[in-house]
Structures are given as C-alpha cells and as structure tokens.
C-alpha cells in the first residue's frame, strides 16, 4: 500500500488488559481486512472443480514467501524447537498460537506413534484452495502432512478466533465437501497438463472444523475422524 497511512478507531473495549503491541495491532488489522476482501471480491476468476494440482513444497515455499513480522516479544510469539514443526521461531495470532500449542500437548505424540513421518506447515499465504461450488479460495493456515508407508494424508487446518466463530461458512461446508469426496474417491490429483508429473502413490485430503480459541473439541473430534485415529 505504499506511503498510504491508516487511523484505526474503535467503539469496542481492548482486551488484553487494555495493553497493545504492534504485533497484535498487525494481526487484528490484518485478519479484519482479510475478512472484508472475502465479502467483496465481485467474482471470482476460478471454477469450482474437484481437482486437485500436486506440487512439491519446496516449489512453493521459500525465503521470498515468507511474510516479515516485526520482531517484537508478544503473546503471539510462536517457537517449536521440534522435527514436526516446520517452521523457525515467528508471530502469529493468539488462536493460531494456542493452535500449535494445542497440537503438542494433545496430538502430536499420538500421530508419530501412527505414522511414520509428521509435518506441521504454516501456510503463509503461498496457495489456497478453491471451494466446488464457485471457486471462491482461502489459504488454511496450516497443513498436516502425515506419511504412512502405504498413503501420504494431508490436512488442512484453520485456527479462528472466538468472535470469528460464525463466520466463513462457505469455509466450513467446503472443508466438509474435501472428506465427503476424499472418502468417496472423487477427488483427482492432475498437474495443469492433466497427468502427473511424478508418482505421489497413495493421497488423501481432508479438512478439519475450525479450531476455535478456547474450544478445542470441536476441531479435535473432526481431525481424528480425519486421519481415524480409532
């Protein structure tokens, strides 16, 4: 946005003790302006279609694709010193903070005694997928990448807010409609040629509930089904 400057005013209490850095002010603003384009895109240039194009991550994320976040020491700070986790230390919102922190006391031993390899990725905005009805897209914030020896799942997550909750419904359904096709064996991986490129054996794709701050059940019971823990 170049030189533009923004005023920001609001008619509702600050939380936090009433205290605010600029990380905070930098997640709140981006989150509500992310919201407002959604609402206001007039039309979207993609096709609802249950295709899926396969490519390998290391050619979508790269040092260029990484958003810069002021360093400064916040709640929202977020380091996992782990294998799984792959990502270096960086910023987050408090939703996508307890997220991950979520994942590690809850989860994660579970799925490295199921599968044989275990990736957590933050999408930082490097590809969305598009919904079957209209094409309208999104980036899930974070994609599980769980490999047995005979089939590759991979899961897309989306940590909100408390008071986001209610909203992105068409999020919702479309997550929903990725596991009723996935397990219906309607989905189909193609390049943009038509065929693949490189054998990716056995691949499933699911989505989870929103992981709502606070409320973990929800998300919980639906990633489990996903990658069917019982």
Known sequence: MGSMQITIKTTQPIENDGVWDESMLYFALFERM??????????????????????????????????????????????????????????????EKEFVEFIETNIIKELQAKFIDV????????????????????????????????CTYQVFCEPKGEHLKDGDKWKKDFMAKINEYTNDDTIILKNKDGELDYDIGCYKIFGTKFYIQGQSKEFEDSFRSAVKFD
């Not at 039309?43 to 002021?70: C, H, M, Q």
């Not at 990725?121 to 769980?146: Q, S, W």
């Open 34 to 95: 992310q919201s407002l384009a959604d609402k206001f895109v007039a039309k979207s240039t993609y096709k609802g279609k249950k295709e899926f194009n396969p490519s390998r991550i290391i050619e979508k994320i790269d040092d260029s694709k990484l958003v810069a976040i002021p360093n400064i020491s916040s709640p929202s700070e977020i380091e996992i010193d782990e294998d799984w986790y792959a990502f270096e230390k960086h910023y987050g919102t408090s939703a």
């Open 119 to 150: 990736k957590l990725i933050r999408n930082e905005l490097v590809f969305k997928i598009h919904d079957f009805t209209d094409g309208r897209g999104f980036a899930p914030d974070f994609i599980f990448m769980l490999t047995k020896e005979e």
